[in-house]
RNA sequence: GCUACAAGCCGGGCUAUCGUUCCGACGUUACAGUCGGGAAGGAAAGUCCGGACAGCACAGAGCAAUGCACCGGUGAAUAGCCGGGUCUUUUCUUACUUAGGCAGGAAAAGAACAGAUAGUGCCACAGAAAAUAACUAUCCGCCUGCGGGUGGACAAAGGUGAAAACGUAGGGUAAGAGCCUACGGCUUAUGAUGGUAACAUCAUUUGCGGGUAAACCUUGCAUGCUGAAAUGCCACGUAUAGUACCGUUUUGAGGGCUGCUCGUCCAAGGUACAGGGUAGGCAGAUUGAUCCCGCGGGGUAACUUGCGGGACAGAUAAAUGAUAGUCCACGACAGGAUCCGGCUUACAGGCUUGUAGCAAUU
RNA sequence: CGGGUGGUGGCGCAGCCCGGUAGCGCACUUGCAUGGGGUGCAAGGGGUCGCUGGUUCGAAUCCAGUCCACCCGA
């Protein structure tokens, strides 16, 4: 029995050819301090669902700062994304999806919670048709 | 015991659930999965110095550029560190002095402490003048209408200023002036003594011509250039690919000698524009001038050395987290990205040791 | 990772190389001109020169350290 909520390396976007073609070629998703790149393509391999996170360094100097932001995005999205995983398994669909934290202060986790929460929905409606 | 200062060390712990990365074992065709172990700092930061390592270069000469600048030691090396010298400032103290002051000694702190008689520049305001002179004053000669004018001599007396032309006394002179003499101060050179040396003391001697080199600069010494996006290898892929210009025996386009020039060597392709492809993997790359502990040796110290034991991340869109509970002093500054040595800056709180003061007990 | 630029009145800039008076435009205040406004004319106020030290008689300017903002290479 696999686990479920796992972010290994093989769910999560590795290539730089790949994330440049997500920033050019695809679409976007604005919610509050958010700003969400995503493709959705048929299915290719077993890769289904590819993960990747950014924070500015213009908006946080320090390093430290951006690993948390990182890190809180990366916790809220492992735990919530098992519905949407479904919905692409369903549908014969591959999406890569990149979170970017557009926002200037530091978020509480109970807040990425739920904004994470709310932008994953969407997906999900958006995967639905 | 409390307070202050200095040095060194630590810088949240535990439990549960879910999760990341690397290594090993099992397992698998290969994944998946299971078990065990490792996983950010004292500054990982700023990138201010110095190296290691790598590539290119390494026949020579000249010029430039950059850095450093008391001496010795340390170390792979430095602008770091340790010790010493000199100077400056502050404090204390002693002798002399009516006082002002001045000389010596001690302690602490600081020093970008080569050169201002190699040259050039600058020094606002004030002041006669900011370094060459001129002006006032002084002295001498001549003229005079007795107000002064004019030709010379003189060199620091002239309310200033941050800074004013060695100080005091005497001689000297037309009047003056280190012009001369004595004492004192600073300074140049030589010698002697002590010291590895910087330097100190003494003797003789040269002069006394302000400051500024964190102004240009001069002198001495050092430095090849470029940095892991370096570099080597493998894989994939495109256009046996276009246009223009220059050149291909000699008249040679261009290139190397990696700052430039000379000089020298190579040389058949080169330059520009337009367009196309790739942007994956492995090595470098984590154990090294390594760090810590104990005992011992050398050295004033920085540091070094012998023996024994222990420890040491390696990611590559980039790993240590989240949630809940609990304890306390309620958690600061802050996260690797080739590595190491230093410097600088940020930092809640706590612990240890030493010194000084206070209080109390025996 | 490497390299570079800039912090001066409320805003945009000059002065810095070669040290001694901080200046310009817009804005602001007051007055005059107009029936009123725009506009024009005249006068005026306002600056720790990012911060901390050093050199110097004297620092916005020179030097060192530090903070902040911005840009470039790949």
Do not use: C, H, W
Not at 28 to 55: H, M, Q
Not at 94 to 108: A, S
């Amino acid at each position: 029995m696999a686990r479920q909520f796992t972010l290994g390396k093989k769910e999560r976007l590795k290539s730089r050819k790949s994330i440049e073609q997500l920033f050019n070629e695809g679409k976007k998703i604005n919610l509050v301090p958010y700003r969400i790149f995503y493709t959705l393509s048929p299915l290719a391999d077993e890769r289904v669902l590819l993960f990747g996170v950014g924070v500015s360094a213009k908006n946080f100097k320090r390093a430290v700062d951006r690993n948390r932001i990182k890190r809180l995005i990366r916790e809220a999205y492992r735990l919530q994304k098992l519905s949407l995983l479904d919905k692409l398994k369903d549908g014969n669909l591959q999406l890569n999806v990149f979170f970017i934290y557009t926002g200037k202060e530091l978020p509480e986790y109970k807040d990425v919670y739920q904004k994470i929460g709310m932008v994953l929905n969407k997906m999900e409606k958006i995967v639905s048709g």
